[in-house]
């Protein structure tokens, strides 16, 4: 099903019986776990207006099959953006996509990932229920914050149908320096330039070298470039390097995973490649196979499957941590019949 | 009787310097910086670690009697009110700072630590903990997680929500657990992020993982007068256009001014109609660059006065943060009211605001985080010339007016007691039943701190008045099922 409006995912929702799973643009298909067989698949795509965009106000309301590409054309020529840069992104995928994965790039090292972005939202729950939380204003306390608790949800609390985000100004210039070093270099250069209070908007540690990226008026990021080690990148080269941190989610085996940020070096050692945002700790990590992630998880405790070759049958989720059977009670009052992405979350639920 | 079983239990469990239950005590802990709400708690309990407040929490859900967290009482939405018959949880003394990490720029702090004291523990790494509420010399980490707390600086910075890794909470039944995680990536949903501004109804946190950031390497101000709220309200919105993202900007109107100059030296023109305080920070070459752009998007203004040094930049936040407090040498009572609009919508909000007051014959002053719209209106009134209830609705009225221009009922004190009967007109049934679903997974009992956010026919009565429909519904930008 391929609902166009709100009120035809409602109805969708609340007058097709059994099971359902939810899919965007399907760039993250093979996220979490496989959903069960027999599902009723609602589509997203259809859902892709722009509901409302003043550029002084900097937010801007979507429906949740919106290509976060599309949102980005639109804010560009108002000299804005979604500081948003998930990996996935330039394949499609959809602004509620990237909310129900809680996906990032690069860019979370300054602007953290959607949950720090969507500022109000609209979901449709397994009976139908239409219910909205946040607004349209970035300050904001009133209210659960439904928004950020369906990050990471993975279709499986509600259906994400609209979605108000904060927008940030598109930078007058940027400028990538590339420092070659391995694991526990990078997390001691990293230090080192956060101590300087250069302030990159990414450090991000891949294939060998760490990349800082300083955004913001065209002398200042120049000076700030040129007092950091390593060398500063052209144009093309610059593309070119980020352009190999996100292909890393594009390997056989991928897991993202958060760990202290000197833990860096134990995550590396099981890793084939690596796109860490090395001063925050969060890592995009290709594996060479299984056994290697069951090892991640062996060490680590939030570690999300992002890819697996096909065939294989490890389970999506590795030992429980404190919070699961929190997010069962959760899942139970949302969805008590259990009707949205059975098996996303199997082995825990 | 439940209540004394309870009282037993924990003095039994927490010593008898752990209870607090002669009513003359009990009274110190009747009421949060909202004075006009006051309940006298039943108990208070004193726990001095994290396994205490578990002891004290299972012990109050398995005598099914309600309670309520509080850190330093400092909120301003009645979020702390005690119920009669339940336990007001104290955290003060859960006030240890555990560890400083300056390697991976993170402290875990217990949450009766002032939110100060860790940028103070933190200075000697050179970092800071970011969000600065305006009583963060007092106001503790826990209650800014529950408050979500925001400051001058979460235009640039973010709130609260932003710089919290992970808490240590005792859930609602009892059980100790862990929310969020070593890094800002959690498997599975962001519980964390549901957590951090629920007001103290899902659960009592027992410690904090904060980030820290570096200081700013250079920070520019200035004060910058203008002839009216209006020409301020243009230049915010030019500041905002040209791109930049200064750090704070802040806005009093005349009124607020007077008060502040009163109380504090501040330096501020007593005459001028609002000012605005800009402040940018960051490195040094860029801070420079941006600072002249905000500087010629000022051109409007009558006066800039540009802090010439780290002096006359804290004289100008003295009297910015001195603001609410200063109203109380311009009338003998006042009400803090905290509502969010759109800023482009900030000079109608200003306006309608003005018409209000002089309907009610009371005066407003205005106080506010100009950056991101979030109002502080002062309403000043007299207790003993009987202008209470007038002055209340009028502060009620403002808050529901924001609601109307496309905002928010509050942006940073919380919803609470104060405006848990105004919530209908934000959000729907539907909207509230949801957010329901969320606290009954955590506290199917409803035992932690009951009353708070959601209105109830007891406390709202016929008050809160049909819903009305969000601008962008009645646009038709939006549809409600």
């Known amino acids: ?349 | 009787m439940a209540l004394t079983d309870l009282r037993d239990k924990l003095v039994a469990d927490l010593g008898r310097d752990g209870v607090i239950d002669d009513p003359a005590h009990l009274r110190t802990y009747e009421c949060d910086a909202l004075t006009g709400y006051r309940v006298v708690p039943a108990l208070v309990v004193l726990p001095r670690d994290a396994g205490e407040v578990a002891t004290a929490v299972r012990a109050c859900a398995e005598h099914g009697v309600p309670f309520v967290a509080r850190g330093a009482g400092t909120g301003l939405s009645g979020g702390a009110l005690p119920t009669a018959d339940g336990v007001v949880i104290s955290l003060q003394r859960l006030r240890r700072i555990i560890e400083v990490d300056p390697v991976n720029r993170r402290a875990v702090v217990q949450p009766g630590v002032t939110n100060l004291d860790i940028s103070k523990a933190a200075a000697a790494y050179g970092l800071y903990y970011a969000p600065d509420p305006s009583s963060q010399q007092v106001c503790t980490i826990g209650g800014n997680v529950a408050e979500n707390s925001g400051g001058a600086h979460c235009l640039k910075y973010g709130f609260t929500a932003n710089h919290v890794l992970a808490v240590d909470v005792v859930l609602p039944d009892g059980t100790p657990t862990r929310l969020g995680g070593d890094a800002p990536h959690q498997a599975g949903f962001d519980l964390l992020g549901a957590f951090v501004g629920s007001e103290g109804t899902l659960g009592v946190v027992t410690a904090v993982v904060v980030r820290l950031l570096h200081t700013p390497a250079t920070v520019r101000t200035l004060a910058a007068d203008f002839d009216s709220t209006e020409t301020a309200g243009a230049a915010v919105t030019a500041v905002i256009a040209a791109g930049i993202v200064p750090a704070a900007i802040e806005m009093m109107d005349n009124l607020a001014i007077q008060a502040v100059n009163e109380a504090v030296d501040a330096g501020f023109d007593p005459d001028t109609a609002a000012v605005l305080i800009i402040e940018l920070d960051g490195p040094a070459d860029e801070v420079e660059e941006r600072f002249a752009e905000v500087t010629a998007v000022c051109t409007a203004a009558t006066r800039v006065t540009i802090a010439r040094d780290a002096e006359q930049r804290a004289r100008f936040w003295r009297g910015r943060k001195a603001a609410f407090a200063a109203v109380g040498r311009l009338s003998p009572n006042y009400f803090v009211q905290d509502g969010v609009v759109p800023r482009t919508r900030l000079g109608e909000a200003l306006a309608r605001i003005a018409a209000m007051a002089d309907e009610a014959g009371l005066r407003v002053a205005n106080v506010f985080h100009a950056g991101d719209g979030n109002l502080h209106p002062l309403v000043l009134y007299s207790e003993a010339a009987g202008e209470h209830e007038r002055a209340e609705a009028l502060s009620s009225a403002i808050a529901e007016l924001c609601v109307e221009l496309g905002g928010s009922l509050s942006g940073e004190h919380g919803i609470g007691t104060d405006k848990a009967c105004s919530m209908p007109r934000m959000f729907s049934t539907d909207d509230l039943e949801t957010m329901k679903r969320l606290r009954a997974a955590f506290d199917p009992a409803g035992l932690c701190n009951p009353g708070k956010i959601f209105p109830t026919p007891r406390l709202c009565g016929e008050r809160p008045g049909p819903y009305r429909p969000h601008p962008l519904e009645s646009a038709g930008v939006i549809e409600r099922l």
């Not at chain 1, 804005?80 to 860019?107: E, F, K, M, Y």
């Open chain 1, 1 to 349: 099903m391929k609902p166009a409006t709100l009120a035809e995912l409602r109805d969708a929702v609340r007058d097709t019986d059994g099971p359902l799973v939810v899919r965007g643009a399907g760039t993250a298909a093979g996220w979490a776990g496989t959903p069960l067989p027999g599902a009723t698949e609602i589509e997203t795509t259809g859902l892709d207006r722009l509901l409302a965009y003043n550029p002084d106000d900097m937010t801007v309301a979507v429906e949740a099959g919106m290509p976060l590409t599309r949102l980005q054309a639109e804010l560009a020529p108002h000299g804005q953006r979604i500081a948003l840069d998930a990996a996935r992104t330039p394949a499609g995928a959809t602004v509620g996509g990237l909310v129900a994965t809680a996906d990032s790039g690069p860019l979370r090292h300054s602007h953290g990932g959607p949950r720090d972005l969507v500022i109000g939202v609209t979901v449709v729950l397994a009976d139908g229920t239409v219910a909205r939380s946040g607004g349209h204003v970035i300050k904001n306390v009133a209210g659960y914050d439904l928004g950020k608790l369906f990050c990471g949800s993975f279709g499986t609390l509600g259906v994400i149908a609209e979605v108000v985000l904060r927008v940030h100004p598109l930078p007058p210039a940027t400028r990538t320096v590339a420092l070659p070093c391995d694991a526990v270099e990078a997390v001691d250069a990293a230090g080192r330039l956060l101590a300087a209070r250069l302030e990159p908007v990414a450090l991000e540690w891949c294939d060998g070298s760490l990349l800082a990226r300083y955004e913001g008026g065209p002398s200042s990021v120049e000076r700030r470039a040129a007092v950091t080690p390593g060398t500063p990148l052209d144009g093309a080269a610059e593309a070119k390097a980020w352009q190999r941190v996100g292909d890393v989610s594009e390997e056989q085996t991928v897991v993202r995973c958060g760990t202290r940020p000197d833990q860096l070096p134990y995550v590396a050692k099981h890793a084939t490649r690596v796109a860490s945002s090395v001063a925050v700790g969060v890592h995009t990590v290709a594996v060479a196979g299984d056994a290697e992630v069951e090892r991640l998880r062996a060490e680590f405790e939030h570690v999300t499957l992002c890819r697996r070759p096909p065939g294989s049958d490890l389970p999506a989720w590795g030992r429980p941590h404190t919070a699961v059977p929190l997010m069962r009670a959760v899942k139970q009052r949302f969805d008590p019949a259990g009707r949205l992405g059975a098996g996303r979350f199997a082995p825990w639920f």
